[in-house]
């Protein structure tokens, strides 16, 4: 079965930079785009990037743009978000979820999320 | 950017009841609406592509109409495990965009 498990969120400081990552198995990682999405506290979802099956492409939301960056390695099934310039913003939630068959853009299986705490 | 504003934010229901959520896109998206179940402390889950076909696995009772701007998701018999709340997100454009959320409470 499809599993996406995210690692290295955690308490850092602002200014500082982290690095998550997601853990894919149970399908074939390489054929799939990737995303990561975040739900800071008691907020809404946010979409923070896209990118496709083959790494040729990568997309950002207006907020992260500049300061993440989003990247995977097909021969370790693992995506990642190295986020930089990390702010009070910043805090949420961030889940990886792997791009439908339907069409890339929708995201049909989420991991479970890892909490990024942005504080002094 | 494209705005997506969902309404009601919050809505008092009973099981059994039919419930209709709104989402309205800033300029026309065509069909390209998805729209997510997210309960605290769980993962999202996608519910509604192509605004309204029915993601494998979702009970039917959940069904998407709409095109251009304006969009609905209906529940046509809320059942105890529909108490959560719904997003919608464009996927015409980039920087693909969520709206604020509805949620379904239990009256």
């Known amino acids: 079965q499809v599993q996406l498990v995210e690692s290295g969120g955690g308490v850092v400081q602002p200014g500082r930079s982290l690095r998550l990552s997601c853990a894919a198995s149970g399908f074939t990682f390489s054929n799939y785009a990737m995303h990561w999405v975040r739900q800071a506290p008691g907020k809404g979802l946010e979409w923070v990037a896209l990118i496709l099956s083959d790494g040729s492409k990568k997309y950002y939301a207006d907020s992260v743009k500049g300061r993440f960056t989003i990247s995977r390695d097909n021969s370790k099934n693992t995506l990642y978000l190295q986020m930089n310039s990390l702010g009070a913003e910043d805090t949420a939630v961030h889940y990886c979820?792997?791009?439908?068959?339907?069409?890339?853009?929708?995201?049909?299986?989420w991991g479970q999320g890892t909490l990024v705490t942005v504080s002094s | 950017d494209i705005q997506m504003t969902q309404s009601p934010s919050s809505v008092s229901v009973s099981v059994g009841d039919r419930v209709t959520l709104t989402c309205r896109a800033s300029?026309?998206?065509?069909?390209?609406l998805a729209w997510y179940q997210k309960k605290p402390g769980k993962a999202p889950k996608l519910l509604i592509y192509a605004a309204s076909s029915l993601q494998s696995g979702v009970p039917s009772r959940f069904s998407g109409s709409g095109s251009g701007t304006d969009f609905t998701l209906t529940i046509s018999s809320l059942q105890p495990e529909d108490f959560a709340s719904y997003f919608c997100q464009q996927v015409n454009s980039f920087p693909l965009t969520f709206g604020g959320g509805t949620k379904v409470e239990i009256k």
């Open positions: 300029q026309g998206i065509s069909n390209w």
């Open positions: 979820a792997r791009g439908a068959s339907s069409g890339y853009f929708y995201s049909d299986y």
